[in-house]
């Protein structure tokens, strides 16, 4: 099962690609490919598959081996795997995930894959749709209670999967492991969320950590970053294009005025490529 090593500003993945054969990693599986000491060691999986919507269609993991709708940064690694394999030689093309078909951009720059961008679609801001329980109030300004006492003010909203945005005032002491961990489980989110902690530099950049749901915190998140634009746009914190600073670098995003799509763009890179060994599945069935 041969495999190749993606990052997007840190947020690492591992690309299948199923094709033109099978690779089929079970869903039980994808923790232990997943884990950084005993296998690979990833933030997520994508298996690339042939679509019926469009040429390519990705099934996109989390590291605890539930399935995710989307991920920005994770079709983005996508977007340049099948462009520089040559799977496909076009600039522009889509890739269907269980968030919809996404559009791809490659940029390149003296010959070079510079950039990928993705259309992520316009943000979702109906409880039903995020999902979130409750039928009255404003998810864009939510009191959740967590514990028995305290009260946190957030903004949530779907960027193809669930997310709640918090401002904080210092982001490098923002609790993100302690409330994260408990704002992603909460009961209020039926299929748990993604939480973005958020510190406005200026109208023009924002700075921003998140925890993911099924990850923990990662050095960046593409969806993560759009739903802090998309936010800070409404609450008139910023413009309508934002450069998102992270752990592991910038991103880019625009919100379109036009068609209020979101464009995320940034770099992609390789780490390396390998395969996994008979006696490597072996034994994560023998841990099992």
Known sequence: MKFIKMHALGNDYII????????????????????????????????????????????????????????????????????????????????????????????????????????????????????????????????????ENQKILASCLSIGNPHCVIWVDDIKKAPVKILGFKLERHEIFPNNTNVEFVKVKNKNEIFVRTWERGVGETESCGTGACAAVVVSVLKNKTKRKVNVSLLGGNLEVLWREKDENIILTGKVDYVYKGRLSDSWLLSQYERD
């Open 16 to 147: 299948f690609n199923s094709l033109f054969e099978v690779n089929d990693v079970p869903p039980h599986l994808i923790k232990n490919v997943c884990e950084r000491h005993y296998g690979i060691g990833a933030d997520g999986v994508i298996i690339l598959l042939p679509s019926d919507k469009t040429k390519f269609k990705a099934t996109i993991y989390n590291s605890d081996g539930s399935e995710a709708e989307i991920s920005g940064n994770g079709i983005r690694c996508l977007g340049r795997y099948i462009y520089d394999l040559g799977i496909l030689r076009k600039k522009n093309f889509s890739i269907e995930t269980l968030a919809g078909v996404k559009e791809i951009t490659i940029t390149e720059n003296k010959g070079l894959v510079d950039k990928i961008s993705v259309n992520m679609g316009k943000p979702e801001f109906k409880r039903e749709k995020i999902p979130m329980k409750g039928k009255m109030g404003d998810p864009l300004n939510e009191e959740i209670i967590v514990g």
